[in-house]
């Protein structure tokens, strides 16, 4: 019998750092799969962002730099400019992208720079011992929202949306980790956003709602349907733009 | 060559252009102003990169990414601004990244105001953001230093793998003299010999640039070898002039506009046959402790020295660690707004 699967060229073969049920592992072989399938791994430079995938760069096997918090775009926009003939994405989460960094999102987005922007929102800030994040929902309890997060600690932010209306943006759409088949719609998205940079259409991102079972207080199972059942309602999936 | 006429600031962005440089990223902050706008009407033409970025923030993170891939890349700003760059600039500093960074000095703290000053000698020659790290740091003192400096601040960014700072002031910024230009482009991108620099990994392993090492003992080896990259350019990068320091009983030590000011005072006092030279620290970091060395050998013990800054006795401390008690040692600073004038110098020169 022939070989009808192996591993993604673009992944190294080790074990990654992610807790049990967290979706960056899925995510990051998603981004190699479709690295592989459009055989762009020799031109492509990532940009690691700070959180839990701050070492993604050990895990992907290709060019990689690292970027301070929230300046992941920043980066890219330059790297992009000056080497317009390689494939350049951010990995980035909440936290990174939403918070601190928004300022370096909105822009770059507006300037309708030719990047392609993978954005984890798993609601809460992982590396640091799962704070409250820019997009964790009303009512969720984390380190410092102990008694769940109250409107006057701010709203969940949608910031897929508001990009959305900026000119400069192309393409948006919010995939989720929640299952089999929302996995492939994810890789979809991600295969979209990659392919835009290559046909030149401009500022792409996909927004994948991620499982974090371990702030989440739940079991990986529940974290699953914890995306469904109540996180893809104040986060509906779909295309944005 | 050809003479044209043009201010501090401009002849930075020309000489930057004219060493290789073909990204700039920066923000509007006066008094450098002519920096961005210079280049948003040169760079194209150079084949390069202008943005106007939306911070000092991104600003010098672009910096960073255009480094990351082997570009020459700089920015500039002035002092407020270069305090939001700190971050970047340790980033560059902890990855090894070459590049340029241009602080035309202003009053402060906070907001201070737009005139020249000399204050923030400390966070340059210091590192300026967190770590244990070093900029080299260039201080230009007149228009045409100001364009030659350029080249050589990007020779040294590559050949050490590291972030150089241009120290400038508003008045060296502002100020328009002729300068002497070349025609042709002294130097050119070295892309191929930075083996180090991202391009998409065809043909070999995949290239990461980074400062994050979390395994023991990882970050304690790296920081080594920065230490010892540091002693290295400590030996063998020190720059300065120096004026009359044979026969010299006083010796003013200034930088950058302020040694300009020294320079008429002391040139005024040698008419008097006043035995007064000048040390002009022209790399603040290293800082030319070689320039003492060479008084001292010279009975340093009967020389008196005097330390003119537009700031409250930053470089002070240099002088004072480099003779480390053997000379004695004047000081005269003013700072946010106010300069030393040639009169002032003079008169304190007197009361040694």
């Known amino acids: 019998m022939g070989k009808v699967f192996s591993h993604s060229k673009s992944l190294r073969n080790i074990s990654t750092h992610y807790c049990a049920g967290c979706g960056h592992g899925i995510a990051h072989r998603l981004i190699a799969e479709?690295?592989?399938?459009?055989?762009?791994?020799?031109?492509?430079?990532?940009?690691?962002?700070?959180?839990?995938?701050?070492?993604?760069?050990?895990?992907?096997?290709?060019?990689c730099s690292e970027a301070a918090h929230g300046r992941a775009l920043a980066v890219a926009t330059a790297i992009k400019r000056v080497r317009p003939q390689n494939i350049v994405f951010t990995y980035q989460g909440d936290g990174d992208l939403a918070a601190i960094g928004t300022n370096e999102t909105i822009h770059a987005a507006n300037r309708g720079e030719n990047l392609t922007v993978i954005f984890i929102n798993n609601a809460v800030y992982g590396m640091t011992g799962g704070q409250m994040a820019p997009t964790t929902l009303l009512g969720q309890k984390t380190a410092t929202t102990p008694q769940g997060r109250k409107p006057e600690e701010g709203y969940p932010l949608k910031i897929s949306e508001m990009l959305a209306l900026l000119a400069g943006v192309?393409?948006?759409?919010?995939?989720?980790?929640?299952?089999?088949q929302e996995v492939m719609k994810?890789?979809?998205?991600?295969?979209?956003?990659?392919?835009?940079?290559?046909?030149?259409?401009?500022?792409?991102?996909?927004?994948?709602?991620?499982?974090?079972?371990?702030?989440?207080?739940?079991?990986?199972?529940?974290?699953?349907?914890?995306?469904?059942?109540?996180?893809?309602?104040?986060?509906?999936?779909?295309?944005?733009? | 060559m050809k003479r044209i006429l043009m201010t501090g600031n401009e002849a930075m962005a020309e000489g930057a252009i004219q060493a290789g440089c073909r990204f700039y990223a920066g923000y509007p902050i006066t008094p450098q102003n002519e920096i961005p706008a210079y280049m948003a009407g040169h760079m194209p033409q150079a084949g390069g990169v202008f943005i106007q970025a939306e911070s000092e923030l991104a600003a010098i993170n672009m910096v960073f990414g255009a480094a990351?891939?082997?570009?020459?890349?700089?920015?500039?700003?002035?002092?407020?601004?270069?305090?939001?760059?700190?971050?970047?600039?340790?980033?560059?500093?902890?990855?090894?990244?070459?590049?340029?960074?241009?602080?035309?000095?202003?009053?402060?703290?906070?907001?201070?105001?737009?005139?020249?000053?000399?204050?923030?000698?400390?966070?340059a020659t210091r590192s300026g953001g967190h770590g244990d790290y070093h900029c080299i740091v260039l201080a230009p003192s007149f228009v045409q230093e100001a364009y030659d400096f350029m080249?050589?601040?990007?020779?040294?960014?590559?050949?050490?793998?590291?972030?150089?700072?241009?120290?400038?002031?508003?008045?060296?910024?502002?100020?328009?003299?002729?300068?002497?230009?070349?025609?042709?482009?002294?130097?050119?991108?070295?892309?191929?010999?930075?083996?180090?620099?991202?391009?998409g990994c065809k043909g070999r392993t995949p290239n990461i640039v980074k400062s994050f090492y979390m395994k023991e003992g990882d970050l304690e080896k790296v920081n080594l070898l920065l230490q010892k990259k540091y002693?290295?350019?400590?030996?063998?990068?020190?720059?300065?002039?120096?004026?009359?320091?044979?026969?010299?009983?006083?010796?003013?030590?200034?930088y950058g506009t302020m040694a300009r000011i020294c320079r008429a005072a002391v040139e005024r006092l040698r008419e008097k046959a006043k035995k007064v030279g000048l040390i002009r620290p022209i790399s603040l970091w290293p800082f030319p402790e070689n320039a003492f060395r060479l008084v001292n050998s010279r009975a340093r013990r009967r020389v008196k020295f005097l330390v003119a800054e537009m700031s409250y006795g930053q470089m002070l401390e240099d002088v004072r660690l480099t003779l480390d008690g053997q000379a004695e040692v004047g000081f005269l600073g003013r700072s946010g707004g106010g300069i030393p004038s040639e009169e002032e110098i003079i008169s304190k020169i007197k009361k040694l």
């Open chain 2, 68 to 123: 990351a891939c082997g570009a020459r890349a700089m920015t500039s700003s002035s002092s407020p601004g270069i305090s939001l760059k700190q971050e970047g600039i340790s980033y560059m500093a902890g990855a090894e990244l070459p590049a340029v960074i241009v602080d035309v000095m202003r009053g402060g703290p906070g907001l201070g105001n737009i005139w020249p000053a000399q204050s923030d000698y400390f966070q």
């Open chain 1, 34 to 63: 479709v690295v592989d399938e459009l055989n762009i791994r020799e031109q492509v430079i990532a940009v690691a962002p700070v959180g839990c995938a701050v070492i993604a760069y050990d895990y992907w096997d290709f060019d």
């Open chain 1, 186 to 241: 994810t890789k979809k998205a991600i295969r979209q956003a990659f392919q835009n940079q290559i046909d030149h259409v401009g500022f792409s991102l996909v927004e994948i709602l991620s499982p974090c079972p371990t702030y989440w207080a739940m079991p990986p199972r529940q974290a699953l349907d914890w995306i469904n059942n109540v996180m893809a309602k104040e986060f509906p999936l779909g295309r944005i733009k």
């Open chain 2, 151 to 199: 080249p050589a601040a990007f020779d040294l960014a590559d050949k050490y793998r590291n972030p150089v700072i241009i120290l400038g002031d508003g008045m060296l910024g502002q100020t328009m003299e002729p300068l002497h230009v070349t025609t042709s482009p002294r130097h050119h991108v070295t892309r191929q010999n930075k083996k180090w620099a991202l391009t």
């Open chain 1, 170 to 180: 192309k393409y948006i759409e919010r995939t989720a980790l929640s299952s089999p």
């Open chain 2, 231 to 254: 002693k290295t350019i400590k030996i063998r990068e020190q720059r300065y002039e120096g004026l009359f320091l044979d026969d010299a009983k006083v010796i003013i030590v200034a």
